[in-house]
């Protein structure tokens, strides 16, 4: 096995269709480690994957998986990488078994050997009772399942996902994300995933890169990448109704002792460095005071909190309707 | 190795799950033989006719055209597999995998080609029964339609990498079945057409098929066995080389 620091390497990365689906993207991901792109629809996130699987050909830029580059060297690549695509790849007309067997032999494996990766990965997607189940017949989490079984057949040295549980109910999601953590638990797996839910991004992944048309815009770890938009918000809910005297002389105080507070339909909200340190003070400063808290609670800023700082809209709000419609598109006219 | 057996084995699988796709296909040469052959068979029953037909009846004279079409037809729809795989997303699977990309198109024609030709050989030995043609040909025949099997899967895989959308795949199989088939003397001697549409039987693979196939089945055949053999030869391996090297240069833009 090679060694190498970095299992990919992007630099000044672009990709030109008719416009730039991606645009001089430069990252690295470090051995072992879970990345994640999060971004919109249309962000550039598919082509970037599938550029780094030598599926396609950058523009511009280089690219190197554990060192080798993806355009001189792709079987080099190849060899160690696994990848699950956004739509299914699977052989629909055969089984469970058929799909993981096919897959199998091309890379190399034959024979008990690779009878017992079979198993043992149909297992740890929990498919074992549907081996010899044609594919047709699957729900989408079950397709889902198997195709992450079929992408560790071989062993990858770094594996990608490419919107793992889009489309999936919470509880199938969250099956999925075990296994994920499973993977980079028990096999040092290097993750590459992306995905257009915070959540998913949040939970799983040591960094993120946050991408939208095609550039990345910000990227770190959570807390990094929280900490730009700064703070956790508190709030606070006063028992009898406050006349403007009282609010006056509350906010007085807050701002005295953190700054930044403000006062919202009646529910007083605070700017806070860390809500856990902060709510004792509000407490101790209450109870010198003789106010009467009926209620408190506080919210640390989302990815999405950064996202529309950051572009000025939500990562949400381009998911409806018309981009199914682009999706189906995309994937008519592919190859 | 393994990929051109693991490859091959997925047509077959696959070719072996669809029930219905067996059935058609040999349905639709027994409906040639029968609605057409023995019709035609009755209504050319004259001296005049057999000298025409090479001394046989009619019947006799069809298999091997029947045969011939069979195999061609069938293994041309490989490229149909090729769009669907494209549609669904599979040809994306072979296309990162860290194989040889000629092998993996080798490996699938060679499993299309086996479906196709295990298809004449069961019309074949429907005929045998029914006709009198030479039994002992049959092995020689199947030399014929591995060359055939071949250079219409790769034609049909060839049109396929370059095509979009099984609509499209379907009028280009349209526009070529029906006029190589008539063109190729299954149905009647070549020498029988205009000297202008000669032209085309002769550059149509599919007559040094049915030409080579007739050698063997009964006996009579227009053209040199060698050169049907040869040509054949030829054109197998040209359009299995331009097969693979499109698929060499195939990508996903
Ligand atoms: N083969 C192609 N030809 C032309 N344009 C393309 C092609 N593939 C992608 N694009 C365009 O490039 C941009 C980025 O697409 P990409 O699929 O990488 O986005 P994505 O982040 O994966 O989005 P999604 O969440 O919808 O999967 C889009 O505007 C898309 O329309
Ligand atoms: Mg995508």
């Keep these: 096995m090679k060694k190498y620091k970095y299992a990919i390497e992007v630099k000044n990365l672009t990709k030109k269709f008719e416009t730039f689906a991606v645009n001089d993207v430069s990252f690295k991901i470090k051995k072992g480690e879970i990345f994640a792109f999060l971004g919109p629809n249309g962000a550039g996130k598919t082509t970037t994957i599938n550029m780094i699987t030598t599926l396609l050909r950058p523009t511009s830029g280089s690219i190197k998986v554990a060192g080798y580059d993806t355009v001189k060297h792709p079987n080099d690549v190849r060899n160690i990488i696994g990848i699950v695509f956004q739509d299914s790849t699977l052989d629909r007309e055969l089984t469970a078994y ?4 096919i897959h199998g032999r091309i890379y190399g494996y034959r024979g008990d050997d690779l009878k017992n ?5 149909l297992k740890f997607v929990e498919l074992e009772n549907h081996a010899n189940k044609v594919v047709k017949t699957f729900s989408g989490g079950m397709k889902r399942r198997l195709e992450i079984a079929r992408s560790l057949i071989h062993n990858p040295e770094i594996l990608f996902l490419d919107e793992p549980t889009i489309g999936l109910d ?3 999601r969250s099956h999925i994300w075990e296994y994920i953590e499973r ?18 991004a949040e939970s799983l ?4 890169a946050i991408i939208d048309n095609g550039k990345i815009i910000a990227i770190g770890t959570v807390d990094e990448l929280k900490s730009m938009i700064g703070n956790d918000m508190i709030y606070l809910k006063f028992a009898n109704n406050l006349d403007s005297e009282c609010v006056k002389n509350i906010l007085n105080i807050l701002n005295e002792h953190f700054g930044n507070s403000n006062i919202i339909n009646g529910i007083f909200e605070i700017r806070v460095k860390n809500a856990n340190e902060s709510i004792p003070k509000i407490f101790e400063i209450a109870l010198k005071n003789s106010w009467k808290i009926l209620e408190v609670s506080y919210r640390k800023p989302t990815l999405n909190d950064v996202f529309i700082h950051l572009t000025g809209k939500s990562i949400r709000e381009r998911g409806g309707n018309f981009d199914m419609k682009k999706i189906f598109a995309k994937r008519r006219g592919m190859l | 190795m393994n990929v051109i057996t693991t490859m091959a084995y997925r047509q077959i699988r696959r070719f072996t799950r669809a029930r219905s ?6 349905l639709h040469p027994i409906i040639w033989i029968t609605f057409f052959g023995l019709g035609w068979s009755r209504a050319l029953n004259f001296p005049e006719a057999k000298a025409l037909f090479g001394g046989v009846d009619y019947l006799t004279y069809l298999v091997p055209g029947i045969v011939a079409i069979t195999i061609f037809t069938t293994s041309f729809m490989s490229g149909m597999s090729v769009i669907i795989d494209k549609d669904y997303g599979f040809l994306k699977e072979i296309l990162v995998a860290p194989v040889s990309r000629s092998k993996a198109i ?6 299309d080609s086996t479906t196709s030709i295990l298809r004449g050989i069961i019309i074949l030995l429907m005929c045998a029964f029914i006709t009198h043609i030479n039994i002992l040909g049959v092995i020689p025949v199947l030399i014929i339609g591995v060359l055939l099997a071949f250079t219409f899967s790769s034609i049909g895989i060839s049109f396929a990498l370059k095509m979009n959308n099984l609509e499209g795949f379907g009028l280009v199989m349209n526009m070529i079945t029906l006029p190589l088939m008539f063109l190729s003397g299954a149905f009647y001697p070549i020498s029988s057409l205009p000297i202008w549409i000669r032209i085309f039987a002769y550059i149509n693979p599919l007559t040094y098929a049915v030409d080579g196939m007739r ?4 006996g009579k055949s227009q053209f040199p066995i060698v050169m049907d053999f040869g040509i054949l030869s030829v054109l197998c391996v040209v359009f299995l080389s331009i097969g693979m090297y499109l698929f060499e240069k195939a990508t996903i833009e």
């Design chain 1, 98 to 101: 058929e799909n993981l067997y």
């Design chain 1, 183 to 200: 993977m980079k638990k028990e096999y040092n797996m290097t993750i590459f995933l992306t995905t257009h839910y915070m959540e998913e």
């Design chain 1, 117 to 121: 990766r079979i198993n043992s990965m």
């Design chain 2, 21 to 26: 796709r067996i059935i058609g296909t040999i």
């Design chain 1, 205 to 208: 992944a040591d960094r993120i």
């Design chain 2, 215 to 218: 050698y063997f089945l009964i």
């Design chain 1, 170 to 172: 919470p509880q199938t």
């Design chain 2, 106 to 111: 080798f490996g699938r024609i060679l499993g």
